[in-house]
């Protein structure tokens, strides 16, 4: 985070961090896990059979890209920030276009921004040079 935020911060420019993990408060506690057949499995199970993974720890990254000098913006729900800037919309008006992938084109849709799917756990975050604008719906 520290030479993404120096590169930014000299050169210009923004960045969106789009994972799954804590908001800007800290958190405690293991976060480890492992994923396997797209199921959630014991991390020492299957060695090397399976993805690890850990949430982000976005506090953390918010504070090194300010001490770099890079602008930070508020921490948005994927859901919402997708919804913010006109997710429902661009999936009707793929719809219409194409009405034969209505139904699977409304369930990515949900996938990405439904709280019980993706839509909580995953998380928004930018960071823009300084003069430079915050990327939409984080402003």
Not at 14 to 39: F, I, N, P, R, S
Not at 101 to 110: C, L, P, S
Not at 119 to 139: D, I, Q, T, Y
Request: glycine share 12%; hydrophobic share 45%.
């Amino acid at each position: 985070m520290k030479e993404l935020t120096r590169a930014i911060v000299v050169r210009g420019g923004a960045a969106l961090v789009v994972d799954y993990g804590h908001g800007l408060q800290e958190a405690t506690g293991e976060t480890l896990q492992a994923v396997g057949g797209h199921k959630f499995a014991s991390p020492l199970e299957r060695p090397g059979e399976q993805d690890l993974t850990a949430h982000v720890d976005f506090a953390s990254l918010a504070k090194v890209a300010e001490e770099a000098g890079a602008k930070v913006s508020r921490l948005a729900s994927q859901g919402t920030w997708l919804e913010t800037i006109g997710i429902s919309g661009r999936a009707m008006a793929l719809a219409a276009r194409n009405p034969d992938q209505g139904e699977a084109i409304g369930a990515a849709r949900r996938r990405l921004c439904d709280e019980e799917a993706m839509g909580r756990l995953f998380k928004v975050m930018a960071l823009a040079a300084p003069g430079w604008p915050l990327p939409a719906g984080l402003e």
